[in-house]
């Protein structure tokens, strides 16, 4: 059974802090894998990775993906209060022939709170 | 760009009623794709619609159902509702027209409580 899954499943931290999330895999057929945020509702889209090794960069916040060990990571550098939320990871799966089934298989999430 | 809407945002039902729920896709997108939220179970796939068509369909019971209509926007129905249905239920739209842009953009969801 495809399945994702985050650790830690929730971390406190302090304004300043660099935290890393993870995320591991196992999917039958992968095509990418995306990070998600959500703080009340509407999770908003970060980052989604297609290739091993290439690290996507917006602001504070990097992702990088390992298609051999099957994980990725989430980096956020000098955390602050509005970094607070739960941070979501999903793959989304292919069909034999690499087009996408349209789903996304989400991990239970890590739920990210920093302090002042 | 206007993102994705869903209408209503919050809905109480009682058990064995049935419930529609909307989705209207940023203008351009025509895949939609319904996900039922849960503290327990997080975010599980429903269904995936593309021209009018189901494309894939997630492990839920019958009673779940969806359409999508020529203008893309797409509505899920609930019957016979059961308590255990109580979730944010949430829409995600892309565009698979764009060979290189596959991530989904989701609405602000609809809150079902059933009572």
Same mark, same amino acid.
């Given at each position: 059974e495809d399945k994702v899954v985050q650790s830690p499943l929730s971390l406190?931290?302090?304004?300043?802090?660099?935290?890393?999330?993870?995320? @591991? %895999?196992?999917?039958?057929? *992968?095509? @990418?894998?995306?990070? %998600?945020?959500?703080?009340?509702?509407a999770p908003t889209f970060l980052f989604m990775l297609t290739s091993s090794g290439i690290e996507k960069k917006s602001g504070r916040l990097s992702s990088i993906l390992d298609k051999k060990e099957l994980f990725s990571?989430?980096?956020?550098?000098?955390? $602050?209060?509005?970094? @607070?939320?739960? %941070?979501?990871?999903?793959?989304?799966?292919?069909?034999? %022939?690499?087009? @996408? $089934?349209?789903?996304?298989? *989400?991990?239970?999430?890590?739920?990210l709170s920093v302090k002042p | 760009k206007a993102g994705v809407t869903q209408t209503p945002r919050y809905l109480i039902k009682t058990r064995?009623?049935?419930?529609?729920?909307?989705?209207?896709?940023?203008? +351009?997108h025509r895949s939609v794709s319904w996900y039922?939220?849960?503290? /327990?179970? +997080?975010?599980?796939?429903?269904f995936e619609y593309f021209s009018e068509t189901q494309r894939n369909k997630g492990n839920f019971p019958g009673r779940f159902s969806g359409r999508?209509?020529? #203008?893309?926007?797409?509505?899920? #129905?609930?019957?016979?509702?059961?308590? /255990?249905?109580?979730?944010?239920?949430?829409?995600?739209?892309r565009d698979r027209g764009r060979i290189d842009?596959?991530?989904?953009?989701?609405?602000?969801?609809?809150?079902?409580?059933?009572?």
């Open positions: 406190v931290v302090h304004e300043g802090d660099t935290v890393t999330l993870n995320c @591991s %895999y196992e999917v039958t057929n *992968f095509r @990418s894998l995306l990070w %998600y945020k959500q703080e009340k509702k990571i989430l980096n956020i550098t000098a955390t $602050q209060t509005g970094d @607070s939320a739960v %941070y979501l990871c999903a793959v989304e799966p292919s069909w034999g %022939y690499g087009g @996408s $089934q349209g789903n996304l298989i *989400f991990g239970k999430g890590t739920k | 064995g009623q049935q419930v529609t729920l909307s989705c209207s896709p940023i203008s +351009g039922q939220q849960t503290p /327990g179970q +997080g975010l599980q796939f429903l999508q209509f020529s #203008n893309s926007r797409s509505e899920m #129905n609930v019957s016979t509702l059961e308590l /255990g249905d109580s979730a944010l239920y949430l829409c995600a739209s842009s596959y991530e989904q953009y989701f609405g602000p969801g609809t809150r079902l409580t059933v009572t």
